[in-house]
């Protein structure tokens, strides 16, 4: 499979050699490649590969067996699932067997209860398979009977074939089989009893359900049919009526003690005889079987009823079954199938039996409109029934009984009812208000439901849930349901805001949709109000009060004209905030008329000033339309507008888009006062630059409104498509009177007054092309057609008063006056004749109507007689143009420098501003956490006294002090200093320095650390040994270093090589290996120095209660890594080689605890205690008492658990403060109590020892100890945090210092948060300014 498996590391074993064993399981080439390393991970020499072939295996060398479907229910008498046997080779690989064995044996192997008789059908009724390499054996049956009065057993089967030892499966639970036998075991009380009368109660009844091996059957399903042989056809019994289920003992016990029985049902019993009931019981294993596995029947005699004489009927009469409940007139529902009975009775007032045949049907006794549909009567004991339907309208109605033939002198009084509306069926609505819903405000619509006539229906038997209003035509109007959940009952007020998609100009009708639904027969049933003569529910929405509908646009002057009042907006991205004025019109307003607007082409043209109002669709308008967004834009008809940008120094309203782009957020605040009319605020559009183009042009506006105040909320807008109005106006503009005849030769252009800059090449008298060389525009260069005279003449250019004399130049062709064709001046060539000198020349047109309408055209005349003086000034325009070039390149180079400087600049002003925002938010966040952590500081209650006067309770403090001084100062324990100067001692002793094969450096050597390999010499392996120096001392001696040479299977040593020596020490390198590590990070201590106490008095109560054997102080032992527990004799040699010199009395030694050791108790998460009370709870809260370990502060469990081990029975002890405080304590009698003060007087002789309950209840006194006994040490922070988390009151000072720590930290950032944003804000005003200046 060309997989890659790990084998892992291994180390040299004395002698050079290591071993590895590698897993292969799979037949092929192996190829197992090894590498030395050293520790760390780098490789010494080479890596070596060997080749391994891996044959196919040939037998297999175990099995496994396992059922196809292990969650499988196993049942007595009913085949088990198949039985899985898998074969694998001897690396745990799937061996596929080629045949089925000879002997193959299955069988039960295990049981876990001897009384069990479970046996597994012979073998030739089994059937074995073999598939894909398996074994899958079928019809495997257990049959027999489990442990008396068990209903499972638990059996293990066992495959055996070959010579291989036979595999099991696991417990498998067998449960009973089906029922076979279902019995009454008390029958002889059921059947020697005489016939049950009316009412009377059988007696409880035990049934039995057994499997066919006997074996209780639980659960089984248990189904009741009754039957009988009397007269009604009810049941014979009342009483319980399944299913049953069987219980663990295969019974089913029906009635006795708190069970109900079963009961005889009077009506069934016979007059002419006795009558039999019979009670079938059929028992299965699942509810949905359809076969009886287990049939019990119970015949049942029931007393013949006494004849009793027939009493005379005297009283006929009628009611409602079931009767009315605290109502004299029952109720029921039309078209609702209901019941009357007719009885009656003697003058006694006992009952008579009525015959049907003696009554006719009743009859309503005045229909009014109503249906009735009667049934037949029929005998029920000795009432007449009578199933009965009314319809029609709901009211009061009496129903009547006609006079009977046999009992003509009986009259029946009628039956009155009160018939209710049935079941809904549609929905009935009405607007709640004025009835004239306004559209976009909210609709509140009134609605209950009807049944088929029209009836209110004012209840109903199940939930009935009303679906949100809808439109009838959802594409004109938009319904948006304003509730929360759907509304339940009969009746319900719906609320909705409706919007029509198309604007209202007066009072629309439109139709809402309500729906309601109800459960009938377990369906969902939905009626709506289509139901009711009409399709839907008709409203009238009158045009909405704050709906907009269009835009009223009217021409405008504003007051001041010619001041500056317009508006400076300084954000585009949110509503415009004006920094001037507001515009004002005083004077009419004057609508835009339906005809064109005619303007003019002319420089600086602009459209007229305009007015927009947003209007209503009830003709009102918006109050503040700047919260809206006005685009707008100019387009050619046909074609998009010329593209034209137009700005204005003072204040462009309207920055104008080429290519007839919108432009966002046009026109600004304008106040409208006309006379006679209320003031409103509008939109003014001014400042739109006219086109330069003559032509038909459309100026487009549209207006979106979304979140704005006032208005329908933006998403009812958008879903009903109104977020948006537009207008449209038609524009004209016309070419202007003439202003210039401007020059029309190709490259030709004019500026100013017509100067050209392609001007025409003329030699002396030759004549040169001319063709069109002019056209008649307006101011805004449109041509313009005309036909009138234009007159020519020639003069040198930029003559001075000097000048033009001798100059005989004029025009020779074409003639000086010539006519325009077309608005276009033309002319074949132009020829000039006379002399004149060099230079350019102006060919001038001017038109004879009107002089100021004139050109030019540059003429560069050449005189062949001054070609000298032209090449000497080419040469001069050549350099002046060299020169201008220059100035150009330098004046754009200057440019890029200061554009570069200013993107730079405004990149760091950019930094700066962003720098400054996160600094002024940072400032923000720390006051909100400043003032948060201010409250929940101020939340606890405490100051600095408070604290003070809580941590002196917990003995933390000046309380410490105080004890210290009053016990006297004890000598410091100086055992964690011994111990660390046994393992240096140790360290020396039990190591050697041994420089290591390549011999460039030493390194410290143990007794079991030898032989080590040594560089080799001439061809010979050569290693280092410890060989005992005397044969007196033994193995036990000390020994020296030997070098030993090995050539060709001889050995020979030499040595010892140095004056070092070893011993073997076991005891010692076990001490060593124990605590090395700890002196390695400098904690190594004694039992003593690890522990520290809250309270300064606790340490001599400690020192008096540990046991006699365990000293002044001790050593707690870790397990070395990889090392197994020692037995006790290897620690008491221990003790007595190192550890007794080490102090006087000597430390006891507390070995590490063996693995199966118990475990140490929990810590409470929250406060830090050891749970030590019943079921690993907190001690409970006695006053001034706590178990004194909770009181050690450790640094790890592990010394706290050595701790608790070490007070053995007393490690649960409770210290109080007081002995009366021990005395009224409620603690646990088992609890030992000792008191820090004997105020009780309990200890006599001058207060030597601690007042002392012990376990039996008895009070005695505590020796102290002797003043040299060790102290504990003194708390840390850590500590301390930990002794005050032991009480509700001591955690409050510790979350109450805890936040004021937090909140100085807090403090101390808040200050550094407003430090950088005042550096930030120089910063940004410092690039600010470097902006303008590069500007």
């Known amino acids: 499979s060309r997989r890659d498996i790990i084998i892992g590391g291994s180390h040299f074993y004395a002698g050079g050699a290591a071993w590895l064993q590698p897993k292969l399981d799979e037949p092929g080439e192996w190829v197992c490649s090894i590498a030395v390393v050293d520790k760390n991970g780098a490789t010494v020499g080479k890596t070596w590969s060997v080749t391994i072939s891996v044959a196919q295996p040939v037998r297999y060398e175990s099995i496994e067996v396992e059922f196809e479907d292990e969650d499988a229910t196993l049942r007595v008498g009913e085949a088990l699932p198949p039985l899985v046997v898998t074969a694998f080779d001897c690396v745990g690989v799937q061996f596929e067997l080629s045949a089925l064995p000879d002997n193959l044996d299955v069988d039960i192997v295990d049981k876990k209860s001897q009384g069990q008789r479970l046996e597994l059908d012979p073998f030739d009724q089994q059937q074995a398979v073999l598939v894909d390499g398996k074994i899958r054996i079928y019809n495997l049956v257990v049959r027999g009977p489990f442990a008396t009065g068990k209903h499972a057993g638990s059996v293990k089967l066992g495959v055996a074939f070959g010579e291989l030892k036979a595999a099991k499966t696991k417990w498998l639970e067998i449960k009973c089989g089906r029922p076979a036998n279902l019995l009454l075991e008390n029958t002889e009380v059921l059947f020697d009893a005489a016939p049950y009368d009316a009412g009377a109660s059988l007696p409880p009844m035990q049934l039995r359900c057994t499997d066919v091996d006997g074996n209780p059957a639980k659960d089984m399903h248990l189904e009741l049919e009754m039957s009988h042989d009397g007269e009604a056809g009810s049941d014979p019994f009342t009483g319980p009526s399944g299913p049953f289920e069987t219980n663990a003992k295969g019974e089913l016990v029906l009635g006795g003690g708190k069970k109900a029985g079963f009961k005889v049902n009077g009506a069934v019993l016979r007059p002419d005889a006795e009558a039999v009931a019979t009670l079938k019981f059929v028992a299965t294993l699942e509810p949905e079987d359809e076969v009886e596995d287990a049939v019990l029947e119970v015949p049942v005699r029931l007393a013949q009823l006494e004849q009793e004489e027939e009493p005379e009927l005297a009283t006929l009469a009628m009611s409602v079954v079931p009767g009315p409940a605290g109502s004299s007139t029952p109720t029921v529902g039309c078209d609702e199938e209901f019941k009357i009975e007719l009885y009656g009775s003697d003058e006694d007032g006992n009952a008579c039996r009525l015959d049907p045949a003696d009554y006719a049907k009743p009859y309503l006794a005045s229909s009014g409109g109503l249906g009735a549909t009667w049934g037949d009567w029929k005998l029920n004991g000795d009432v007449l029934e009578m199933t009965v339907q009314l319809s029609g309208k709901a009211g009061d109605i009496e129903i009547e009984l006609p006079e009977s033939d046999a009992h003509r002198h009986i009259h029946c009084e009628p039956l009155k009812l009160s018939l209710a509306a049935g079941a809904p069926n549609a929905v009935v609505a009405s607007v709640v208000g004025n009835g004239n819903p306004i559209n976009g405000a909210e609709l509140v619509v009134s609605a209950h439901l009807v049944d088929e006539h029209e009836n209110i229906v004012e209840s109903h038997g199940s939930v009935v849930e009303w679906e949100p209003l809808k439109a009838e035509e959802p594409d004109q109007l938009h319904v948006h349901y304003s509730g929360s959940g759907k509304k339940k009952g009969v009746r319900a007020h719906l609320k909705a805001t409706v919007l029509a998609k198309q604007t209202l100009r007066e009072p629309t009708e439109v139709g809402l949709v309500l729906s309601a639904r109800f459960k009938k027969g377990g369906v969902w049933q939905t009626v709506t109000t289509e139901g009711v003569k009409v399709d839907s529910f008709p409203v009238t929405l009158q045009p909405g009060a704050a709906v907009i509908s269009d835009l009223v646009v009217s021409r405008v002057q504003l007051e001041n004209e010619a001041s500056d009042t317009t508006n400076d907006y300084v954000d585009d991205d949110v509503e415009a905030r004006p920094t001037h004025e507001v515009p004002k019109v005083t004077q009419p307003l004057v609508p835009l008329p339906p005809q064109p607007l005619h303007l003019t082409a002319e420089p600086s043209g602009m459209l007229p000033r305009l007015a927009l109002r947003v209007r209503f669709e009830d003709g009102g308008f918006l109050e503040h339309p700047t919260t809206c967004q006005l685009r707008a834009r100019l387009v050619r008809s046909g074609a998009l507008a010329e593209a034209r940008t137009a700005r204005r120094q003072q204040q462009p309203a309207l920055f104008w888009p080429s290519s007839g782009d919108w432009q966002k957020r046009a026109g600004g605040p304008v106040e409208l006062s006309p006379p006679g009319e209320a003031t409103t605020q509008g939109l003014l559009l001014q400042d739109v630059p006219a086109p330069a183009e003559p032509g038909a042009y459309s100026l487009e506006l549209a207006l979106s409104f ?630």
């Open 706 to 1335: 979304g979140s704005t105040k006032g208005l329908p909320p933006s998403q009812l807008l958008k879903s009903a498509e109104r977020t948006e109005v537009t207008a449209a106006f038609a524009v004209v503009v016309e070419a202007g009177p003439p202003s210039k005849l401007l020059p029309a030769l190709p490259g030709a252009s004019s500026a100013g007054s017509g100067s050209t800059t392609a001007p025409l090449k003329v030699v002396a008298n030759e004549t040169t092309e001319l063709g069109t060389f002019a056209r008649l525009v307006d101011a805004m260069s449109n041509r313009l057609p005309s036909d009138g005279t234009v007159r020519l003449s020639l003069r040198q250019y930029a003559m001075g008063s000097e000048e033009g004399q001798g100059i005989t130049l004029e025009i020779a062709q074409p003639d000086t006056t010539l006519r325009l064709v077309d608005g276009e001046l033309s002319a074949p060539a132009l020829a000039l004749r006379g002399a004149g000198p060099s230079g350019r020349y102006q060919l001038c047109f001017e038109l004879e109507s009107d002089a100021q309408v004139s050109g030019w055209l540059a003429v560069d005349y050449e005189n062949p007689a001054d070609e000298g003086e032209r090449e000497a000034e080419r040469q001069r325009q050549a350099e002046r143009l060299q020169a201008a070039q220059a100035r150009l390149q330098a004046a754009e180079e200057e440019e890029g420098e200061l554009a570069r400087r200013q993107k730079e600049s405004a990149g760091q002003v950019s930094a700066a501003r962003r720098a400054h925002d996160r600094a002024s938010a940072e400032v923000r966040r720390s006051q909100e956490l400043l003032a948060q952590k201010r409250s929940s500081r101020d939340a606890f209650g405490l100051d600095e006294a408070a604290v003070k006067r809580l941590k002196t309770a917990h003995g933390i403090g000046d309380a410490d002090a105080a004890s210290a001084s009053a016990t006297g100062a004890m000598p410091p324990n100086l055992l964690g200093q011994r111990l660390r100067a046994k393992v240096a001692q140790l360290e020396e002793r039990l190591t050697v320095w041994v420089r290591s094969v390549d011999g460039e450096e030493a390194e410290r050597r143990r007794f079991g650390d030898f032989p080590i390999p040594s560089e080799p010499d001439d061809n010979s392996r050569v290693w280092l040994e410890l060989r005992p120096l005397s044969d007196a001392d033994g193995a036990q001696g000390p020994h020296g270093i030997f070098k030993v040479y090995s050539r060709g299977g001889e050995e020979h040593a030499e040595g010892p090589v140095d004056e070092q020596t070893l011993s073997p020490d076991p005891e010692g390198e076990y001490l060593l290996d124990a605590l090395q590590p700890a002196v390695e990070s400098g904690r190594v201590e004694s039992l003593f120095e690890s522990g520290r106490v809250a309270d300064e008095r606790l340490s001599n109560i400690l020192a008096a209660l540990l046991p006699s054997w365990f000293g002044a102080d001790c050593v707690v032992l870790a397990r070395p890594p990889a090392a197994a527990l020692p037995p006790p004799s290897f620690f008491a040699r221990l003790k007595d080689k190192h550890l007794n010199p080490l102090a006087s009395p000597p430390p006891a030694l507390l070995p590490p605890p063996p693995a199966a050791a118990a475990a140490p108790p929990e810590v409470d998460a929250d406060s830090g205690l050891l749970k030590l009370g019943p079921g690993g709870s907190l001690h409970p809260p006695f006053d001034g008492a706590s178990f004194l370990v909770n009181r050690i502060c450790c640094d790890g469990t592990a010394a706290r658990t050595a701790w608790y081990r070490a007070f053995g029975g007393y490690g649960d002890a409770i210290v109080f403060d007081k002995s009366s405080a021990m005395i009224d304590s409620d603690a646990p009698a088992s609890s030992l109590l000792v008191a820090l003060e004997d105020d009780a007087g309990l200890v006599g002789g001058g207060g030597g020892g601690y007042a002392v309950r012990s376990s039996d209840g008895g009070m005695g006194a505590l020796a102290k100890p002797a003043s040299s006994a060790c102290r504990l040490g003194r708390l840390t922070d850590a500590d301390e945090e930990q002794a005050l988390s032991g009480t509700a009151e001591g955690r409050r000072v510790v979350e109450f210092e805890r936040a004021a720590s937090e909140l100085s930290e807090l403090e101390r950032a808040g200050r550094e948060a407003e430090e950088e944003e005042a550096s930030a804000w120089e910063a940004r005003r410092a690039a600010a300014a470097a902006v303008a200046a590069a500007a």
